[in-house]
């Protein structure tokens, strides 16, 4: 059963940044589809991010220049393990509104049948990292 483990979470003020990690194991990582969503308090999941099996990335408008998506083993972006790769989220310019729990989210797919920022188009899901912007 394919299984996402994020990390990286924490609290930083206005300004700061934070990458965040997501552990994905029993999965072929380069054949997926992968993607990074968050949910504040009160307010529906959103898609921050997205990343095919052929590397193409996508971004929520909110988060473009700011936010980068990468698929690495952590030390070379290139090499990738079969059974347990790594998903990054690099996070700068951070602001308050981007406080929330952020979660992994994974499809066999590969690809999407719409934006890549819908949780419709992933089926394996980590639990989640808290992000908090303070002022």
């Known amino acids: 059963q394919p299984r996402l483990v994020e990390a990286g979470g924490g609290s930083v003020q206005t300004g700061g940044s934070l990458t965040l990690s997501c552990a994905a194991s029993q999965l072929t990582h380069n054949m997926w589809s992968m993607g990074w969503f968050r949910q504040a308090p009160g307010k529906g999941r959103e898609g921050v991010a997205g990343?095919?099996?052929?590397?193409?990335?996508?971004?929520?408008?909110?988060?473009?220049?700011?936010f980068t998506i990468s698929k690495g083993n952590g030390s070379d972006t290139l090499l990738m393990q079969m059974t347990s790769d790594t998903l990054f989220l690099q996070m700068a310019s951070l602001r308050p509104e981007d406080t929330g729990m952020y979660y992994c989210a994974g499809d066999p797919s590969g690809t999407w049948f719409e934006s890549g920022l819908l949780a419709e188009e992933y089926n394996y899901w980590g639990q989640g990292t808290q992000v908090t912007v303070s002022s």
């Open positions: 990343i095919d099996k052929y590397g193409t990335t996508i971004y929520a408008d909110s988060v473009k220049g700011r």
